[in-house]
């Protein structure tokens, strides 16, 4: 236990000190992608869903499974999603912008 | 656990600090998602060799049923969307967490074959308390955030006398639950009830407590709000880190909690405001109910036309546009990327400038005008051209409003004093594409309206600024 307060508060440390750095320009990318990063609850839901007999701790795994793999996927590809728009080169052409 | 599976873990959580770190500058914060999601799969690939897999088809069907909505969500949702989205992930990270910590209690309940009951200590009972209190917590919470930012509940705080009071109640039921869990923890094997029905209590209260802690908070609090449920759902997974004793869990969760705590007093200080302050709430609404177009006596205001508007632009050496969530709200970015591509052709120097809580959440401007093609080049923080309106010809505020407002300088009694604004009053000339003269968010009229250089324009902004590129073509 003492060992895991130890690698809480270091990575609290390290968490604060990467992420002060990051521009407000990325600030959404950076709360969906972290987002996708707490989906790592997805490696408790495997193991309750898919390594457990009891099946009271299959069912709410089953469920923690789906949700965290909601999120995982999701938040990552989405993450992905904004971050091309900020990374890519403008068009010559304005044309594809609405008009109305 | 074998050592091979703890070095996996290592490095999954060496990746995800990596591919953070690479989230500092835009070029290079594409890679850092992929390095963070490579960290995912190794970290889920170990996984699957810490105990032997019972059950193949329910772990299938659940990855590929998450994995199929994750999907959907992810590329279907318009960019407008995204304080939404943002919100309902961070919900199901949190009940995530909170259906871990119920399996677990689940396994020692039914003696699973995973779990040795002589191992259940009161230490891991208030552990899997905590994490279900978080996750719940969290869960609830980004509903209520979801519900407002979507508009399906009011934008309005929804609040009563004494809520405070009755959350701090619910959330010491919530500890209280912890307590018994930890209590019961010797007894586990003669008297299980205990644990079971502190459990769901605990799951209960925090329910609520999610609830109530986010109906009071109003729409353009939001950002402060997704923040701190993203740090939320990071501390519920670095809980159920502690319950599995899995140090991938602990560092990752924590680093999100880090990142979405450091966001959230980034708003605040944006704002002016304290943390308490924000999440007492009741602070605000969204603006839309004071009657439209009320000149208060002694003072008039000055109109013009998207003609004039684009005459104006035209012929001005440097323009800056300073969007809000009025913006946001008209789908406007695409036609605004079109006027100033315009201007530019003219050659006009055309600048924006994004306060920190434009929009409903942080970033938000950002993203929209990222989506319509603006090089983030162009986009400029508060602090970096506050100083530069000064020696601006027209500052151009679509859909702006408390973050423009002169009285967040001058009277003291007011709400927003204090709070750092965009300095626009400095410029030459001040447009406003607005679509009344009701106040902002924070229910203080503004008197940017009626200075003598401003000149309002009152329609949907992306009407008006469609209008304007027209003109300018025409010029």
Redesign the interface.
Known sequence: MIENVIIFVLAALLGTEVLTKVPQTLHTPLMSGANAISGITLVGAVIAAGMSDAWWAQALGFGALVVATINVVGGFLVTDRMLRMFGRKRSASASDSSSS | MTPSIELAYLLSAVL??L???R?????T??S???L??L??FT??VA??F???????P??L???L???A???V???R?P?TS?PE??AV??G??G???A??A???I??Y??????VDASTYSP?LAVVIGVSLLVGMITFTGSLVAFGKLQGLLSGNPITFPGVAFVTGLLLLAGVVGIVLMALGAPELTTDPDITLYAGIGIAASAALVGLFLVFPIGGADMPVV??LL?SY??L???A?????????????????????F??TMQMCEAMNRSLANVMLGGFGGDGATSSALDIPEGKSVQETSPQDLAILATYAERVIIVPGYGLAVA?AQ??V??LA?RLQSKGVDVRYA?H?VAGR????M??LL???????EQ?F?MDEINSAFSSTDVALVIGANDVVNPAAREASGSPIAGMPILDVDDAETVVVIKRSLSPGYSGVPNSLFYQDNTRMLFADA??AV?ET?EAVKGL
């Open positions: 995800f600090v591919g953070l770190k989230m500092q500058t835009p070029p914060a594409r850092g998602n992929a963070a999601s960290g995912m970290a889920v996984t699957l810490v105990h032997d897999v019972l059950s193949w329910l772990l069907a659940g990855v049923t998450g994995g909505i994750g999907t969500l992810a590329v949702t960019m995204m989205l943002v992930f961070n199901f990270g009940a995530a967490s259906f871990v119920s399996a677990e689940a396994q309940l039914q003696g699973s074959r995973l230490t997704v923040a993203n759902s990071g519920a997974a670095a159920t880190g502690f319950i599995l004793d899995n140090t991938a869990l602990i560092v990752s969760g924590t680093l999100v909690g880090a990142a979405g450091m966001l789908q695409h036609a990327r079109e591509d994004i920190p959440m942080p970033g938000h950002n993203v990222a989506e319509a093609d603006v090089p983030y986009l923080e992306k009407e469609s590129t």
